[in-house]
């Protein structure tokens, strides 16, 4: 990285720091709290929940989801080979939990239910099908634009990603299916079959995307705490990455997000369309707002 570069971003991420410093002071005492005595994810969730602030509930959402800077990014957290059930960890997320987590305690804000429970039964509601019943792995909301699509008709987001320009998508969606001896369930061939009946769904399902090289030209219309879906030109998938929009002191978007590359929650080192530009498995992205009630 070039040294300019570098200290562009210290001072984007200073101005990142500078409005929340009581809250940030409070987010370190809580990681050395953490090494004296682990923290429950109900313990963690009621501090978080407690210091967060917002006039809205994207920047409630968005102050939750820069409190876990640098938590460590770890893969694959919702696979189990046993029955299937609601997980929840807030110490350390993949780019779906992470998101997912931060959603669920932005929804709390709009019920005005802050409780532990509340949150587990937003998680649950946005992780599942069928307003978060469980009923096996099928049940679990697997491709993103599908999550998308899914809360769009229930009433929880909304997807804005035509109203920004976006432009129709369509695209045969196997990713699973087709690389099914990777997938922990791989001995289940009936369930292979009932993921392959989901892929079908969403294959005929209609999708818009922003094209990557005119995200810099609707910038202006995205939003602090807007959701934000990486889009993918490889076979089979439709999202590859995913995270929430935040605006740094240049005025520009960038990528807070659970980082598969540096593991951990971290906000990307250029703007969104910048940051975008060199990954040539990338196409664009879709956009998920809060649906304010």
């Known amino acids: 990285m070039r040294k300019s570069n570098l200290s562009t971003l210290n001072r984007n991420l200073a101005s990142l720091i500078k409005p929340c410093k009581v809250f940030i002071f409070s987010s370190l005492l809580l990681t050395a709290a953490s090494f ?3 923290l429950s994810d109900e313990e963690i969730y009621q501090r978080k929940i407690q210091m967060a602030q917002g006039s809205n509930m994207h920047d409630y959402t968005l102050n939750i989801a820069k409190s876990f800077l640098n938590r460590p990014y770890k893969a694959a957290t919702l696979e189990n080979p046993n029955e299937e059930k609601l997980v929840v960890d807030l110490r350390e997320f993949d780019c779906s939990t992470f998101v997912e987590s931060c959603v669920a305690m932005g929804l709390t804000y709009r019920k005005n239910d802050i409780s532990f429970d509340k949150f587990q039964y937003y998680l649950k509601r946005l ?3 069928n ?3 469980i009923k096996g792995y099928e049940s679990r909301i697997h491709y993103f634009s599908d999550w998308i699509y899914t809360h769009n008709k229930d009433g929880l987001l909304d997807d804005i990603t035509s109203s920004l320009g976006g432009v129709p998508i369509k695209k045969e ?3 699973m299916s087709s690389h099914w001896d990777k997938n922990p369930n791989a001995a289940n061939v ?6 392959k009946k989901v892929e ?11 094209p990557k090289a005119k995200i810099r030209s609707i910038e202006d219309k995205i939003m602090n705490g807007d959701i934000i879906g990486i889009t993918t030109n490889i076979d089979g998938l439709d999202i590859t990455h ?8 240049d005025k520009r978007v960038y990528l807070l997000h659970a980082s598969s590359e540096f593991k951990r ?6 703007p969104l369309a910048e940051y975008m530009a060199p990954k040539k498995n990338q196409t664009g992205i879709m956009v998920a707002r809060f649906k304010l009630e």
């Open 127 to 129: 992780r599942y099908y």
């Open 200 to 210: 079908n769904k969403i294959s005929n399902q209609d999708f818009y995307y922003i």
């Open 173 to 175: 969606i196997n990713f």
């Open 242 to 249: 995913e995270g929430f929009a935040i605006r740094l002191q």
């Open 131 to 133: 307003k978060g019943q």
């Open 265 to 270: 929650v971290m906000v990307s080192d250029r």
């Open 36 to 38: 004296q005595q682990p």
């Open 190 to 195: 009936a369930l292979q079959e009932k993921i």
